[in-house]
């Protein structure tokens, strides 16, 4: 796998973060709500907060939205929308202390095989992978930065 170059800590003092009842919330600017905040969902935050600073529209983000595959009820974390209902990219996030391995990459690659966005993005919050599909070939070609979505 083809590491990406991302920093997205520096996006952490734009997470609004409070406690109640002992518990720590995030607000999630896309769902407009307060989410209990996880390991995964802080890298989840971190990741709309980029995306948000790179131009996104929060029109075009749709956070853990429930898909049936194989006759399964699966939840992705993140996908991006080029133009109203085409995916664009498909995002898996993990807990910062889970592995990046070909298990994870194997369920993200699995997820699209329904959802069929052209790129796909698997990050666990310090290493940042992408891909884009090649439906022809059924293969992920590594990309060696975060593609244009405004192309």
């Not at 085409?86 to 889970?98: F, G, R, S, V």
């Not at 790129?119 to 590594?142: C, R, S, V």
């Amino acid at each position: 796998m083809q590491r990406i170059d991302l920093n997205i800590l520096q996006y952490k003092d734009d997470i609004r973060i409070k406690v109640k009842h002992q518990r720590s919330w995030v607000f999630d600017p896309i769902r407009k709500k307060d989410i209990l905040l996880g390991p995964e969902q802080l890298v989840r935050q971190l990741i709309i907060q980029f995306l948000l600073d790179r131009g996104v529209s929060r029109t075009q983000i749709a956070v853990e939205k429930e898909f049936r595959w194989n006759r399964m009820r699966r939840r992705f974390d993140i996908m991006l929308f080029k133009h109203a209902e085409h995916p664009w990219m498909l995002i898996e996030c993990k807990a910062a202390k889970i592995p990046l391995n070909q298990i994870a990459l194997d369920q993200l690659i699995d997820y699209n095989i329904q959802l069929r966005a052209p790129y796909l993005y698997l990050t666990n919050g310090i290493d940042h992978y992408i891909w884009e599909m090649d439906f022809e070939t059924n293969e992920a070609i590594a990309l060696n930065s975060f593609p244009d979505i405004t192309t």
